[in-house]
């Protein structure tokens, strides 16, 4: 299973989320959407109408847009034929020029020139940038068939980024705000009863959130939950 199937399901089997009105540190809300476009608004493409590779390829391209993730599809001569509004975004903040299919390319080799990279036809390819000028690190996943010999590089950018994005975890386990904010400062080392001390509430409130979190995140422990915390943080 990929990185892509496991957020996928994660979603898809989300059975907490319901509407919210005003904001309430204890009700259920429903998770906000991105600030990027939607897929089929931001996607930009150099071929035009190829309306079958693109019906195609929108299972994958489709989920790293609602994610906030960049991302380029290739050619089988590893040119940006298509991308998408955060993928600009994210190579700008490197400095590149992002505008036209030729400057995203280029922008694209300069960032991996001193990484292996073998995007090969049919995979999925996730760059995931620490920082600004520093070696990215290229995880390849396998199993994933992009089509007419096309590949898929995401860039996850962590530059400012210390723990998970709060409305990726509300997108995916349904989080209430209340809880998502405790499962922040989890991340972050701060033990259960100093959350409690400093928000100014008692240690069964806490209890009931962080009893809450297990169930939803499926896991049992605050060690288990804080390590699971740390994995989704590469997500946008």
């Known amino acids: 299973m990929t990185m892509i199937d496991r957020y996928s399901d994660a979603v898809a089997g989300n059975r907490h989320i319901t509407t919210g009105a005003k904001y309430n540190p204890y009700a259920q809300v429903t998770p906000p959407s991105y600030a990027y476009p939607s897929a089929r608004a931001s996607v930009r493409s150099e071929t035009g109408g190829d309306e079958p590779r693109r019906r195609s390829l929108e299972s994958v391209t ?25 993928a600009q975004t994210t190579l700008e903040r490197q400095g590149e020029v992002a505008d036209t299919a030729s400057a995203l390319s280029t922008a694209l080799r300069r960032l991996i020139a001193n990484v292996p990279a073998h995007f ?106 804080v390590a699971l915390l740390g994995r989704i943080s590469v997500l946008p």
């Open 120 to 225: 090969a036809p049919g995979s999925l390819s996730w760059v995931v940038i620490r920082s600004t000028g520093d070696r990215p690190v290229i995880l390849n996943e396998s199993g994933l068939v992009a089509p007419e010999g096309t590949s898929i590089v995401a860039l996850l950018d962590r530059e400012n980024r210390s723990g998970p994005n709060p409305q990726t975890l509300q997108r995916m386990f349904g989080l209430t705000s209340a809880e998502t904010h405790l499962a922040l400062r989890l991340a972050q080392g701060d033990a259960p009863l100093e959350i409690a001390r400093s928000w100014r509430l008692s240690r069964t409130t806490i209890r009931s959130q962080l009893a809450s979190l297990f169930a939803k995140t499926e896991t049992r422990r605050q060690a288990e939950l």
């Open 62 to 86: 489709g989920m790293l847009d609602r994610i906030g993730c960049g991302y380029l599809v290739l050619n089988r001569d590893k040119k940006v034929i298509e991308w998408n509004a955060a």
